[in-house]
């Protein structure tokens, strides 16, 4: 997407929201502002609506949303912020990322935020602690960026032959650096070359696809990233067009046509989120909400697709894995 049809995108969407906020004066009012897509977060949109419901709100009967979306443009979110604090609602969702959370936090001291992110909250300073989170800030983390070890060793245990591994990372993601780190540590006590390739955006996803086929590479990680999330079609795309065995993020892309991936599940994190918001709407005080860490785990795999690649799973990944795709 170019920069005027963001900017241009995010200028209806504040003025739509202006007169939205308007008319639901007379009901409670929910900020939900997302770094991704509205289009493949459809689901997780779901997901915030399904967890508000089981705390008794429903979008339009009990409780107004106002849907902010960056669409990959983390340098949009303080503005996202900033315009819905200046529609006085009553509960922040910052979701999509610690970026989301970050620039919520910027915003506002007063109104109660509720985020949803993939890495460590209290290292990237969104919080205090994990008990006692902060005086208008909580949320859930799925340790999703710690992953990626593990996600490399599953990615080696499918390809025991493998040596030299892709990863694509968006360097303006927070947790880009950490996850490389991790990474690399990880590659290099299982005797592997790592091989960095980086997209900021979709025009960067052709020159660091181009990268990855001229290094040779015999498999490619997919690093944890809203962004990347939010693209998942335009990449399984250019992964086939490469026949390479992939490890992803998230089921979503498994689902899709990718080979494999492993992570929490992202939706009912996303209902957590709605969930929380609901307690806080009525009367719940974000300190005394502990963040909730995700603790379950679930590896996905596409025998379609492993098939088509002309792979073989080995039996005791097979054992392991929670969905078989056929």
């Known amino acids: 997407m170019r920069r005027r049809e963001v900017v241009l995108g995010l200028g209806a969407a504040l003025a739509l929201g ?3 906020a308007a008319q639901q004066a007379s009901k409670p009012v929910i900020g939900f502002m997302n770094s991704a897509s509205p289009g493949p977060f459809a689901h997780l949109a779901a997901g915030f609506r399904k967890g508000l419901a089981e705390e008794g709100f429903v979008e339009n009967r009990d409780i107004g949303i106002e849907w902010r979306w960056a669409e990959g ?17 009553s509960v922040l969702a910052a979701t999509g990322g610690a970026m989301s959370g970050a620039a919520a936090k910027k915003a506002t001291r007063a109104i109660p935020i509720v985020f949803v992110m993939g890495g460590d909250p209290v290292r990237l300073g969104l919080v205090e602690s994990l008990n006692r989170p902060g005086p208008n800030i909580t949320g859930i983390t799925q340790l999703t960026v710690e992953l990626g070890a593990k996600r490399l060793g599953l990615l080696h245990e499918l390809l025991p032959q493998m040596r030299r591994v892709a990863v694509l990372l ?7 650096s ?9 590659s290099a006590r299982a005797g592997l070359v790592p091989v960095l390739a980086t997209a900021r955006t979709e025009a ?5 696809f181009a990268t990855i086929e001229q290094e040779h590479v015999d498999a490619l990680l997919i690093g944890a990233d809203p962004f990347f999330n939010s693209r998942r079609d335009q990449l399984i795309a250019l992964v086939d067009r490469l026949r390479m065995p992939t490890m992803y993020e998230f089921r979503e892309f498994a689902e899709a046509g990718g080979l494999m991936s492993y992570g929490t599940d ?4 996303y209902r957590l989120v709605g969930m929380y918001v609901g307690r806080v709407l009525k009367g719940a005080k974000p300190a005394e909400l502990p963040v909730i860490q995700a603790t379950k785990f679930e590896l996905v795999i596409n025998l379609n697709t492993a098939k088509a690649l002309g792979l073989t799973i080995p039996p005791t990944l097979l054992a392991r894995a929670d969905e078989v795709i056929e």
Do not use: C, H, M, T
């Open 18 to 20: 202006r007169g939205s």
């Open 73 to 89: 443009r983390y340098d949009q979110l303080p503005a996202l912020a900033e315009d819905l604090v200046r529609q006085k609602v």
């Open 170 to 176: 968006n360097p303006d993601f927070p947790d880009a």
């Open 178 to 186: 950490p996850q490389l780190r991790e990474i690399e540590a990880a």
């Open 204 to 208: 960067d996803f052709g020159p660091a």
């Open 266 to 269: 992202l939706a009912d994190a």
